[in-house]
């Protein structure tokens, strides 16, 4: 049976968890990821930075539980799961709504964006086996596709990276700097909806193309 106090200590220790969590996205969001220390994490949340120790092991095991806490992806792979065989058109459909959602929430999600910015920034362990593990589930989605386009001349990774890396790039761009990257302002709704709309063309045009050389064969 739970006691009132052991209940009262776990929600206490649930709490502080949380504030050392927000506060790596404070410090990351103010000062940047160089600036991830237990010293400055501590003082932001206003905890002793012994405690850093005590419910994460260390500073990787904090930083760790933050990325997971912000990380869109693993969300975005739970929701977008398909049955065994799945039809050309509903790969389609998945590609394209998985990349138009990722623009979405990466344009909203400033702590994904520091995420993002610190992975690609800095060569790091933790970062690393995060990125890894966020590859192998994408990789179970693309590994689907190879049916439809084995020797179709269009390779679905290539084109899911170029697709990434801008949304990326466009995105921090615009946040970053406040300005175009060929006269596309992200931060502009108009210009949201062109992305969007662009995404689908894209992707329409590769298995369009992919189906083409099927039917030439």
């Not at 997971?68 to 969300?75: M, S, T, V």
């Not at 946040?175 to 006269?183: D, E, F, L, P, R």
């Not at 949201?192 to 039917?215: D, S």
Request: aromatic share 10%.
């Amino acid at each position: 049976m739970v006691t009132k106090r052991k209940s009262i200590k776990v929600r206490d220790g649930e709490q502080t968890q949380r504030e050392f969590i927000d506060a790596v996205g404070a410090v990351l969001c103010e000062s940047g990821f160089r600036a991830l220390t237990t010293t400055n994490i501590a003082r932001k949340a206003g905890k002793h930075w012994g405690l850093v120790k005590y419910y994460f092991e260390d500073i990787d095991g904090l930083k760790k539980a933050y990325i997971l806490d912000k990380d869109y992806w693993p969300p975005f792979f739970e929701r977008f799961k398909l049955g065994e065989n799945p039809g050309k058109e509903e790969l389609q459909a998945l590609f394209t709504n998985l990349m138009q959602e990722n623009f979405r929430f990466f344009l909203a999600n400033p702590s994904m964006q520091q995420i993002i910015l610190w992975q690609i920034s800095e060569a790091n362990v933790l970062l690393t086996g995060i990125s890894e593990a966020r590859e192998k589930e994408g990789e179970k989605l693309l590994a689907l596709t190879d049916v439809y386009f084995k020797d179709s001349g269009i390779s679905v990774r290539a084109l899911m990276a170029i697709l990434l890396g801008g949304i990326y790039y466009a995105v921090l761009h615009a946040k970053a700097n406040k300005s175009t990257v060929a006269g596309i302002d992200v931060n502009r709704v108009k210009d949201q909806q062109v992305v969007l709309q662009t995404i689908a063309q894209v992707i329409a045009w590769a298995w369009g193309a992919a189906g083409e050389k099927e039917r030439t064969k």
